[in-house]
């Protein structure tokens, strides 16, 4: 009984979670706009590619996020490798700080910014939102990356050291290995909370730069279209796909590695 109940808790989580999901993604191949349904159609897919607004507003979104993950995924990793050789009391300092802006409520961080550009004289635009969209990214990956220092064997650096690179190669060729699985979680992240933002946006893009997230906003002022849903249906594919790719590969990566430990014995 207790296995039961264990099981059904489970698939009402999941049902709860993934059952919106799925009526999104059967309706955005419903012929008709309303909740009934009408038959089965693509018009929505293609509406959606002839829809200039909402492909300009998807382009902004991923040129966005791809820059700011990948930036992200530099300074973040840099910050995380500084701030664990450092003594404990800033560390101690600097981690919270981290935490801190992962904590904080996003129309804080968007008004904070806001100000901030007002105060230096920068114009709303794509060069303010991509800098707004770094700056709460960085933390996602420093948080990632940490525990994986943290994994690592302290001696691996000066290994490296005696076995002839210099401080460059021993970090590139033994700490960046070591610590990748929590860059590259920490990148995908940070794409996703690129993608997906909002509020930070709203207050950092200026009326001249539109993301999707603000695009889907301004609909809401009259009917949503289904092509919202098509959109919604692809973004969730394309986001799964890369998750099980991940997934795969570090599974791979597992085995192999188990594998090899598996000889040396």
Known sequence: MKRFFSKFYVAVVFAFLYLPIAVLIIYSFNESKGTIWTGFSFKWYVELVKNKEIMSALLNTLIIALIASVCSAILGTAAAVGMHNMRRLPKSFLKNATYLQNLNPEIVTGISLMLLFTFFRLNAGYVTLLLAHITFCVPTVVLNVLPKLRQMNVNLYEAAMDLGCNKRQAFFKAVL??????????????????IDDFVISFFTAGPTTQTLPIAIYSMTKKRISPEINALST????????????????????????ARRASFRK
């Open 234 to 257: 692809i973004l969730f594919i394309v986001v799964l796909a890369i998750l099980v790719i991940v997934n795969i590969i570090s599974a791979n990566k597992e085995k192999e590695e």
């Open 177 to 194: 290995p070591e610590i990748m699985p929590g860059v590259v979680s920490g990148t995908l992240m940070a794409l996703t909370y690129s």
